[in-house]
């Protein structure tokens, strides 16, 4: 029985594994995802409707393939968010020993950013805690990353409510000017405020992908202007270095 149930569950992964490597949007049927994993067709067909009874496979009402179940993202999401919070502390340190100075984790919620993590390294003068307090993400490093694969559209429908009020001498005065920073930082990979969000304050930020490549935090860095600015942007690279880091930890592959 034991060695049994081993093989049924050997097959079972075997079959999403499958599904999700090799098997095409539209599903794939018994006998191509049965010679996918080696197995007979019968055993296959019958792993696949004890899959599709928990959720985990479904079956196309139009091609009837199967492919991936809703419930198999809803799982891995919610492990993305454990991994992504055990897995973000060692690589905000590393950060804060190279840059000398806090490094945060934040997540976007509705029109505003939430720092839900920050690690300061040991030096003397150090910013305020932002753990815990929501900004605008129109002016500040983190929004913009978090915003960073929005089109003008998008843009305009989220923040179509919002007063963009001036919060420094650089605060974006509209989504026209937002979108074009938005556009900035996706060239770059990162991106880079200076006095948006406060007189005298710089920011730099980066995206943290999930494994499906969609944005799922971002991890940012902001400092005095007089001590930053000069290190700004290599602050802004070495920040996209640890989110490209951290997205591997939730299963992000760059060749996607």
Same mark, same amino acid.
């Given at each position: 029985? #034991?060695?049994? =149930?081993?093989?049924?569950?050997? !097959?079972?992964?075997?079959? @999403?594994?499958? &599904? $999700?490597? %090799?098997?095409?949007?539209?599903?794939? $049927?018994? /006998? *191509? #995802?049965?010679?996918?994993?080696?197995?007979?067709?019968?055993?296959?067909?019958?792993?696949?409707?004890?899959?599709?009874?928990?959720?985990?496979?479904?079956?196309?009402? *139009?091609?009837?393939?199967?492919?991936?179940?809703?419930?198999?993202?809803?799982? %891995?999401?919610?492990?993305?968010?454990?991994?992504?919070? *055990?897995?973000?502390?060692? /690589?905000?340190?590393?950060?804060?020993?190279?840059?000398?100075?806090?490094?945060?984790?934040?997540?976007?919620? $509705? =029109?505003? /950013?939430?720092?839900?993590?920050? #690690?300061?390294?040991? !030096?003397?003068?150090?910013?305020?805690?932002?753990?815990?307090?929501?900004?605008?993400?129109?002016?500040?490093?983190?929004?913009?990353?978090?915003?960073?694969?929005?089109?003008?559209?998008?843009?305009?429908?989220?923040?179509?409510?919002? +007063?963009?009020?001036?919060?420094?001498?650089?605060?974006?005065?509209?989504?026209?000017? &937002?979108?074009?920073? /938005?556009?900035?930082?996706? !060239?770059?990979?990162?991106?880079?405020? +200076?006095?948006?969000? *406060?007189? $005298?304050?710089?920011?730099?930020?980066?995206?943290?992908?999930?494994?499906?490549?969609?944005?799922?935090?971002?991890?940012?860095?902001?400092?005095?202007?007089?001590?930053?600015?000069?290190? @700004?942007?290599?602050?802004?690279? %070495?920040?996209?270095?640890?989110?490209?880091?951290?997205?591997?930890?939730?299963?992000?592959?760059? %060749?996607?």
């Amino acid at each position: 029985m #034991i060695e049994n =149930t081993a093989t049924t569950l050997r !097959r079972g992964l075997a079959i @999403l594994l499958a &599904l $999700g490597d %090799a098997v095409p949007a539209g599903g794939a $049927g018994v /006998v *191509e #995802i049965a010679n996918l994993v080696g197995e007979d067709k019968s055993q296959v067909s019958r792993s696949l409707k004890t899959l599709a009874g928990s959720g985990l496979v479904e079956r196309d009402p *139009e091609t009837r393939g199967y492919r991936l179940g809703w419930r198999l993202f809803s799982l %891995a999401a919610r492990a993305g968010d454990q991994r992504l919070l *055990e897995a973000a502390p060692s /690589v905000l340190s590393e950060l804060g020993d190279e840059l000398g100075e806090t490094v945060h984790l934040s997540v976007l919620q $509705g =029109t505003d /950013v939430l720092t839900v993590l920050s #690690i300061s390294p040991p !030096r003397a003068l150090q910013a305020a805690s932002w753990v815990g307090q929501a900004v605008p993400a129109f002016a500040s490093s983190a929004g913009r990353a978090l915003l960073i694969d929005e089109d003008r559209d998008e843009l305009a429908r989220l923040f179509e409510a919002i +007063d963009f009020r001036r919060l420094a001498p650089n605060t974006p005065a509209d989504v026209d000017e &937002l979108f074009e920073r /938005v556009r900035s930082a996706s !060239r770059l990979g990162y991106a880079l405020v +200076d006095e948006e969000l *406060e007189p $005298g304050l710089v920011g730099a930020a980066a995206p943290v992908r999930d494994f499906r490549g969609r944005v799922a935090a971002a991890l940012n860095v902001s400092a005095p202007r007089f001590r930053f600015v000069e290190r @700004l942007d290599a602050a802004g690279r %070495a920040i996209a270095g640890g989110a490209l880091r951290l997205s591997a930890e939730l299963g992000y592959r760059t %060749a996607r």
